[in-house]
């Protein structure tokens, strides 16, 4: 049995519950990933929807879609957020900056406190 499908089954994912995944890097870009890596993970029929508003979004090139602070809550859409961010020190620290403006702590998921911070 696949892992999504544990997580159906045991209720830890409820059918209609939606995910965003970020990817954040050191100059302060932001990219939502609609397919590659986790969101191939995560967008499976046993796993977490995808809302319309990011459906709609469209990549720049590959699977990433560039978002600026201004748009987040109009892409950062979902019942939870996972967060890709490299484990160097200057990406770590503008992440840190990033998560004391009061855009990123209005955004659903981060007010919930179903925010998922993965360090690669």
């Given amino acids: 049995m696949k892992k999504m499908q544990k997580l159906r089954i045991n209720g830890t994912v409820?059918?209609?519950e939606t995910a965003v995944v970020l990817q954040?890097?050191?100059n302060k870009n932001m990219y939502v990933m609609k397919?590659?890596?986790v969101a191939d993970l995560l967008y499976q029929?046993?796993?977490?929807?995808?809302?319309e508003k990011v459906?709609?979004?469209q990549p720049n090139s590959g699977?990433?879609?560039h978002i600026s602070e201004e748009s987040m809550h109009d892409t950062l859409v979902g019942n939870y957020l996972f967060v890709l961010l490299s484990a160097d020190k200057e990406a770590q620290k503008a992440f840190e900056e990033l998560q004391q403006k009061p855009l990123?702590?209005?955004l659903p998921a981060v007010k919930k406190q179903s925010s998922i911070l993965?360090?690669?």
Avoid: S
């Fill in 14 to 16: 409820a059918e209609d």
């Fill in 24 to 26: 954040y890097f050191w």
């Fill in 35 to 37: 397919t590659g890596g």
């Fill in 45 to 51: 029929p046993e796993g977490f929807a995808m809302d």
């Fill in 55 to 57: 459906q709609a979004l």
């Fill in 63 to 65: 699977p990433y879609i």
């Fill in 104 to 106: 990123w702590n209005a």
């Fill in 118 to 120: 993965y360090r690669g």
